[in-house]
């Protein structure tokens, strides 16, 4: 109907102007098919190829691997998904019409490429990165009588199944992580382990330890909510006093066998402020501090994390 609405009119001043009745009707149509014939371009205008940045450009098994989208139409941009393999990993909103999505790597996986892709409204863009090999030390550990063979709680192995499972929207890091303790590093992240000289398979140091000195500070190396505060009182065996920091966006801290703890959970901590002391408590040989970094529930290397900011 708005069509030969507007024919009519068209019609009609095409005949003001002494036009045939024929030719005006050919005219008519013609503007009118002119006009939805510009319509494609205008709209195929709208729609520009995603502009996708990754960094670390050239990333090792353990790195985290970041996908930063930046959309033209910031329309609906929750829908921007970032897939590798089977797995789906939460894009969030760090900036106007920017979007991204952080990519675990771990010493458990192979080296090699990466094939990720990243769509929004239709828009496809495939990513093949290429994940440098990466070798990690082997340790011999003794664990004394009464902490060898220490296994975790239902309510443990549950608590924290339930914070490495966290993913809120809301960022609230915004600088390079800060060092837990000014202990040394005695530790690296990704070692993997001979417990009282059986092999552990499937496990790596998920983290770094700190050998500062029983009751050292321990701060939160950025901000964020505390999701989890544990105790050896309430079945942490292994853990043992434990604080888990949820930063946002899939990354979270644990800090492990704390003899003393100075927060609770829901608290908001800020970078440098204090959360608990160093200890011994849980499967541990001696006082130290292990800070795990978690992202999208893998336990990947904080090193860089600390080294510099990922905004």
């Given at each position: 109907?708005?069509?030969?609405?507007?024919?009519?009119?068209?019609?009609?001043?095409?005949?003001?102007?002494?036009?045939?009745?024929?030719?005006?009707k050919f005219s008519a149509i013609s503007v009118v098919l002119g006009i939805f014939a510009a319509l494609p371009i205008a709209l195929a205008g709208e729609a520009k190829a995603?502009?996708?940045?990754?960094s670390p450009e050239t990333p090792r098994l353990g790195d985290t691997i970041s996908v930063v989208v930046n959309l033209d139409n910031p329309a609906n941009g929750s829908n921007v998904t970032v897939t590798n393999g089977d797995q789906t990993y939460p894009a969030y909103e760090i900036a106007p019409q920017q979007y991204r999505a952080f990519i675990p790597t771990t010493p458990l996986e192979k080296a090699g490429t990466r094939n990720v892709q990243v769509s929004f409204e239709g828009q496809v863009q495939n990513l093949s990165i290429q994940v440098r090999d990466r070798k990690f030390p082997i340790q011999r550990i003794n664990l004394p009588p009464g902490k060898a063979g220490v296994e975790a709680t239902e309510y443990e192995l549950k608590r924290a199944a339930e914070f490495k499972a966290?993913?809120?929207?809301?960022?609230?890091?915004?600088?390079?992580?800060?060092?837990?303790?000014?202990?040394?590093?005695?530790?690296?992240?990704?070692?993997r382990r001979y417990y009282n000289g059986k092999f552990a398979n499937d496990y790596y140091h998920r983290g770094v330890d700190y050998a500062g000195a029983a009751g050292s500070p321990v701060v939160a190396p950025a901000a964020g909510r505390v999701a989890l505060v544990g105790k050896v009182s309430q079945g942490f065996r292994v853990h043992g006093n434990v604080v888990g920091i949820d930063h946002g966006q899939g990354v979270a801290s644990i800090f492990m066998h704390l003899s003393r703890i100075n927060v609770k959970e829901g608290d908001i901590v800020k970078p440098?402020?204090?959360?608990?002391?160093?200890?011994?408590?849980?499967?541990?040989?001696g006082p130290h501090l292990h800070w795990g970094l978690y992202v999208n529930g893998k336990s990947i290397d904080p090193v860089p994390w600390r080294d510099q900011a990922v905004k």
């Open positions: 109907m708005t069509v030969e609405y507007h024919t009519s009119k068209l019609n009609k001043k095409v005949l003001s102007l002494g036009v045939p009745a024929r030719i005006a995603l502009q996708v940045q990754v966290i993913r809120t929207p809301e960022k609230f890091w915004d600088a390079a992580f800060l060092a837990p303790n000014k202990g040394p590093i005695t530790t690296i992240y990704g070692v440098g402020q204090l959360i608990g002391a160093v200890g011994a408590t849980g499967a541990s040989t």
